[in-house]
């Protein structure tokens, strides 16, 4: 996820990658912590991803995600707009309480938050049980 230049969120499943293509050229994408001008990649052989540039700073994740995690954010998405229809969906929401950043996040009409990661890789059961709490 990154942000244009009028602070409106964009990313490669909402956003056609050809207008990705355009803002990024034009320098007009920017880190959503930190505001620093991001590059768009994408091709054959790389998932669409935002890159940052070097900033000690920023904890921003600049990797590339895996197809298979991307595919499995906008299922959740899918999911919860299908089964909830007031809900508001958001991906990379940082939840400044805990400094994480959810891969998907639900917001709910009267303020309820609930965050879903997207796990392909394994974990260490300590990280797991980090990752499952009630603020
Ligand atoms: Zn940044």
């Not at 056609?16 to 991001?38: D, H, N, Q, W, Y």
């Amino acid at each position: 996820m990154a942000i244009d230049q009028f602070g409106n969120k964009v990313n490669p499943i909402d956003t056609p990658i050809e207008e990705l293509r355009l803002l990024s050229g034009a320098k007009m994408i920017f880190c959503p912590e930190c505001g620093t001008i991001v590059k768009f990649a994408s091709g054959e052989h790389v998932t669409a991803h935002f890159k940052h540039g070097p900033n000690l700073d920023c904890t921003y994740e600049s990797e590339a995600e895996s197809e298979e995690h991307i595919k499995g954010k906008v299922l959740i998405r899918n999911w919860l707009v299908e089964r909830f229809k007031d809900v508001h969906v958001e991906f990379e929401y940082k939840i400044i309480e805990t400094n994480q950043r959810a891969d998907v996040m639900a917001i709910f009409p009267r303020g309820k938050k609930i965050a879903f990661e997207m796990q392909c890789t394994r974990i260490q059961g300590s990280v797991w049980k980090k990752r499952h709490c009630t603020l």
